[in-house]
């Protein structure tokens, strides 16, 4: 049986192509995954009221709603807060185990040691907070040094380490709960200005001639270069 070389050549075009288109695929790059889900975000806004955000459950409470507005309210949010006295709870200990990704899926840091700096490699490691890292749950970057207003100021009431400070000199506005009495004391989120950019232990707030020694009202705290707002992680 006589086969035409036109069919010969339709069946080795065919082949030709299938096996091009194979090795296309193969090669193919894989998609991209999905960048991680935000587990950090600095507040889009404080609660408007100086530092009393309600005490922790208030400020916990506010995370979870702008989490939730953001579509990441199905876990569970903290801010990173800590207070002092009888109970003192650490701000460290609050906060999950890491690892933390900000609203673009950027990673702030891998576990609480690190972004704490507490080994001499974690310290040259730091945490990778800046302007354009510490995000708001929005995904936007809040005003820092050099902008207007500056408004790198972030509660934290905590030690460098990111421990309480002892019971004495209130650096927690009543552990959150006044916006007259005490002072607070606040991180910078671009890390910047003050001749100390701590992220999370910068400075104490200070109140305005007209509000002599509180340090907690809210235009004590927008005096200070903030606006009441702090940091939130995702605990599980």
Not at 45 to 70: E, F, I, P, R, S
Not at 151 to 166: I, K
Request: a positive charge; glycine letters at 16%; charged letters at 15%.
């Amino acid at each position: 049986m006589k086969i035409s070389k036109t069919l010969i050549a339709a069946a080795l075009g065919s082949a030709a192509a299938a096996v091009v288109g194979a090795v296309a695929v193969a090669q193919a790059p894989a998609a991209a995954p999905p960048p991680p889900p935000m587990s950090f975000f600095v507040t889009s806004m404080g609660k408007g009221d100086g530092a009393n955000l309600g005490g922790l459950a208030g400020a916990d409470a506010h995370c979870q709603t702008l989490a939730a507005a953001a579509g990441r309210g199905g876990v569970t949010w903290h801010a990173y807060l800590s207070t002092q006295g009888p109970g003192a709870v650490n701000a460290r200990d609050r906060i999950g185990s890491g690892p933390w990704f900000n609203a673009r899926g950027q990673k702030i840091g891998d576990s609480v040691a690190q972004i704490h700096g507490d080994t001499v490699e974690f310290g040259r490691m730091g945490v990778a907070m800046s302007k354009n890292f510490s995000l708001t749950e929005k995904g936007m970057p809040v005003n820092g040094m050099g902008d207007t207003p500056n408004q790198h100021d972030m509660l934290t009431g905590s030690q460098p380490d990111g421990r309480a400070y002892p019971a004495g000199a209130d650096k927690t506005c009543k552990n959150w709960t006044s916006n007259s009495e005490g002072i607070a004391r606040v991180g910078h989120h671009d890390k910047q200005g003050g001749g100390n950019g701590s992220w999370n232990s910068s400075h104490d707030s200070r109140g305005p001639a007209t509000a002599a020694g509180n340090g907690c009202a809210q235009a004590s705290l927008v005096g200070t270069g903030g606006a009441g707002q702090f940091y939130c992680f995702a605990v599980n």
